[in-house]
């Protein structure tokens, strides 16, 4: 009867043991995964807003009916200094990501906050931009803004290409945000879950 017993004890173990081992090379799969999703959307958003950066620089036009450059309007502006931190940012954290280096709570939340941030900027350097670009081809009548792309139509299709991969660039920006939000939310818990529990375990050591 012991036996029988010392057996099955030993079946259930193994069994759990293999179950495990199975958890922990799904989560080592799953997270291997995030990883080199991860690699390549950094990489990619860094040759998208290089890319927006530099069409929007080199954007300028002349001819009989004047000139105009990117220069001439601050959003137009803005969005080549978005499109750079953006640029800048992801390089610095891609070096990051790819180190071999364990995740720590301090690091997730960095990296959860600055995604954050960083969204919100191109976001609203496209936000911006669009508004701009719609004055810019209807112009506006109340205020004797005529329309500029009759005139500079070169001009004008250069900024749809740069406002079209900074858009892009922020869908890229939102995946990096879920993909951090999910490493951060899934393996921490929020400080204020936190002080909860150690309040609890406090609570229940005084009891």
Known sequence: MEKGIGVELATRSSIEMRNSVDDDEDLDCKVSFLRIVETFLRLFTIGLCVTALVIMLKNSEENEYGSVAYSDLGAFRYLVHANGICAGYSLFSVVIVVMPRPSTMPRAWAFFLLDQVLTYIILA?????????????????????????????????????SLAITFVAVICYILLSLISSYRLFSKYDSPSSQVNNSNKDIAAFNG
């Open 125 to 161: 350097a496209g936000a911006v931009l669009s508004e701009v670009l719609y004055l810019t081809e209807k112009g506006l009548p109340t205020a004797a803004w005529s329309s500029v792309c009759g005139s500079f139509g070169s001009f004008c299709h250069k900024i749809k290409a």
